[in-house]
C-alpha cells in the first residue's frame, strides 16, 4: 500500500531524462530533453538528423570519445600516414602493371605453369625473407620505432622499384623480382611492429584495440581511393615509358617525404636509448627535464644516420654503452675490478659496470626488474659523462645515483615519461653474484680463461 497522497505528488510534479550522445565522459553531446507531467510529454531535440548520420560515419574512421582518447600527435599522423598509404596504392598499379607485363599476360606466347612458378618463386622468396628479417630484428623493432617505420616504407618503394624495373630486364626478370619481394617482406615485418608500438602510444583511455580498428577503417578507405586513381593515371600512361617513371618517382619522392613528416609529428614517452641519453645529459646541465614533444625534435630518425656515424667512427654516448654483456667474456682483472667497485653493494646489486676503454659494459642480474635495467643503463650514461671531465668517476657515480636519480625519475614522471622500461635490444646475456664467496670463488681456477690464467 503507498501512502495515501503520494499518488497526487507523484501526478503534480514533472520529470526529466536528458539524453546525451558519446561514449566516452569527456566527449559528450545532449541530444534530447524529455519532460513528463500528469498529463503530457514534451520532447524536445538537439541537433539535425544529419548532423547524427555525420558523427556515425566519422565514428567508423576514429576512435570512440575521439579527440580526448588519443594523444595530441593522433590527428597529425594519420593526415601524413593516410597521404604516403595513397601514394603507395597508386604507385602499385603502376608496378603491378609493369610486373604483370613482364610475366607474360597478353602473350600468347605465355604459358599459365610458367606465369605460376614465377609469382610463386616471388612469393616464397618473400616469406623466406620475412622470416629472417624476424630472426635477425624482430625482437628490436619496438626499441627505435620512428627509425623502422621509416626503413619499413623505404624498403617498399625499393620493392615497387625492383618490379617496374623487371620488364627492362628479361633475363635477369626471376632475380629482380625476387629481390623486390624480399624487400617488401622486411616492409611487412618492420610496418607490423612498429605500428602495434604507435597504437599503444596513441591509445590514451587504453583503447588501442578501437585505435587499431578504425585505423584499418581508414587505411581501406585510402586504399580504394588509391586504386581508383591508380587504375586511371595507368590508363592514361599506358605506353608511355617517360609518363610512367615520371609519375612513379614523383609519388615516391612525395612518399618518402610524407613518411617524414609523419614520424617527425610523433612524441613517443617511451624511453629508449637515445631518448634517455638527450635527457640525462640536458638534467645533468640544468636540472631540468626536456618534455616528450621537445625529445621528439631531437633524436635522430633517418636510418641513414647510424650508418654514417659508423664509417665516419663517430659514436654518441649511448653507443659507448654495452647492455648485458657476457660473463664468460671477463678476464681475471676485470672480475676483481667488479669486486672491488661494487663490494660494499654486491649482495644487492641488480647490475654491475665495467669500463673497457671508451665504453661501459653493463652485467645484468638474472633476477633484475625493468626498472633495475633502466637504473642500470642511465648509471652508465652518467658514467661516461662524469669520465669526460674527472678521471676517476665510479665514487662520484654512486654518489649522484643515491642522492639524484630518484628526483630525476620523479621529474621525467611527472612531464609524462613512461619510466617503467627502458626499450632496448632484446637482452640475451645475464649474470648472476654472490658475495657470499666471491673471495674464494676468485681463487678457483675454472673461473679463470686459459689466458687470465698467465695474468
Known sequence: MQPEGSENEQLSSSFTIEEWRGSSGTKLSRTAILTATSSSLAFTRFGTRWGQIWSSILGTFVPEGFPSSVTPDYVPFQIWDTLQ?????????????????????????????GATFQWFLRDFTGMLGGILFTFYQGSNLDSNA??????????????????????????????IVCLGSISRSFTGVASGA??????QHFA?????????????????????????????????????????????LSLT???????????????????????????????????????????????????????????????????????????????????????????????????????????????????????????????????????????????????????????FISKLQSVGWSTERLLSPSIVWRAHWDDASVEEKLKQPYLLRPEAKKQ
Not at 87 to 113: D, F, H, K, P, W
Not at 155 to 161: H, Q, R, S
Open 85 to 113: 598509404g595513397l601514394s603507395t596504392y597508386i604507385r602499385a598499379m603502376l608496378s603491378t602493371q609493369a610486373l604483370l607485363s613482364a610475366i607474360g599476360v597478353g602473350e600468347t606466347t605465355a604459358t599459365v605453369i
Open 146 to 175: 620512428k627509425m623502422w617505420r621509416l626503413v619499413a616504407d623505404f624498403m617498399n618503394d625499393l620493392g615497387m622499384l625492383m618490379d617496374l624495373l623487371s620488364p627492362l630486364f628479361p633475363s635477369a626478370f626471376i632475380l
Open 194 to 199: 612498429t605500428r602495434a608500438a604507435l597504437t
Open 204 to 248: 590514451l583511455e587504453r583503447n588501442a584495440a578501437d585505435i587499431s580498428a578504425k585505423e584499418g577503417s581508414q587505411e581501406t578507405l585510402a586504399t580504394m581511393t588509391g586504386m581508383v586513381i591508380g587504375m586511371l593515371l595507368a590508363h592514361i600512361t599506358r605506353g608511355n615509358a617517360l609518363a610512367i617513371w615520371v609519375s612513379f
Open 253 to 407: 619522392m612525395f612518399h618518402l617525404y610524407a613518411n617524414y613528416k609523419a614520424v617527425q609529428c610523433l612524441s613517443l614517452t617511451t624511453l629508449n636509448c637515445e631518448r634517455s641519453s638527450i635527457l640525462l645529459k640536458h638534467f645533468l646541465g640544468t636540472g631540468e627535464v626536456l618534455t616528450p614533444q621537445q625529445v621528439s625534435k631531437m633524436e635522430h630518425i633517418l636510418p641513414f644516420w647510424a650508418s654514417w656515424r659508423r664509417l665516419t667512427n663517430t659514436k654518441l654516448l649511448y653507443e659507448r654503452v654495452q647492455l648485458g654483456a657476457k660473463a664468460s667474456s671477463l678476464r681475471h682483472s676485470e672480475i676483481l675490478e667488479l669486486y672491488k667497485s661494487a663490494k660494499s653493494d654486491l649482495k644487492l646489486a641488480q647490475y654491475l659496470l665495467l669500463e673497457k676503454k671508451d665504453n661501459i659494459v653493463i652485467f645484468v642480474h638474472k633476477y633484475a626488474a625493468n626498472v633495475d635495467i633502466l637504473m642500470a643503463f642511465f648509471h652508465a650514461l652518467l658514467l661516461l659523462s662524469l669520465r669526460e671531465e674527472i678521471k676517476h668517476g665510479q665514487t662520484d657515480s654512486h654518489k649522484w645515483m643515491d642522492e639524484h636519480y630518484p628526483i
